[in-house]
């Protein structure tokens, strides 16, 4: 007798909207991660902003609070978890310095954002050094891409019902 198991999976896009719609009902109850500042114009400034207790507080509940989010995308789209920990501590390690340098007052006011410092190193990286498959394929980007897109687009339909009133909502 064979016990062939057949694990749970969802499609990536109905991850996404489990996934988007689960983050968008935990701000409506006020549970959301805090937005670290990132901010900075002198070295005494980085390290009084970016670097302070408060910041990295901020900064780990946030690393929890997207890791849970990226463990369950794992979990729904049926990909290893042990793998998705070690990428998703790097990618996350990456965005806090591509964060950390656009947050420099001059380079904000050559207008550079953070994407562009993102893309920067993860070209160097993804050129000079061979990343191993699994660590490839557990990054999951379309799927941070497609969340990002939905709250993005819900945060702009919230605005706009903010400012229409009461007699927009209706």
Known sequence: MSTNHTRFTLHEDWTVVV?????????????????????WSTSLDFFQTVLSPS???????QFVFVLIIAGLGAIFTGKPILN??????VVYVLTLIALTLAGNKQ???LNLEA??????????IGNVFKLPEWFRKSLSTELFVKIGLILLGTSIIFS?????????LL
Not at 115 to 124: E, H, K, N, R
Not at 160 to 168: E, P, T
């Open 19 to 39: 996934l988007g719609f689960l983050i968008i009902l935990l701000a409506a109850f006020g549970i959301a991660a805090p937005a670290p500042s990132f901010g």
């Open 55 to 61: 910041n990295w507080q901020a900064i780990s509940i």
């Open 84 to 89: 998705l920990l070690t990428s998703f501590v």
């Open 107 to 109: 380079v904000k006011d």
């Open 115 to 124: 994407v562009i410092f993102s893309l920067a190193l993860g070209l160097l």
């Open 160 to 168: 706009d019902i903010l400012k229409a009133g009461s007699q927009g």
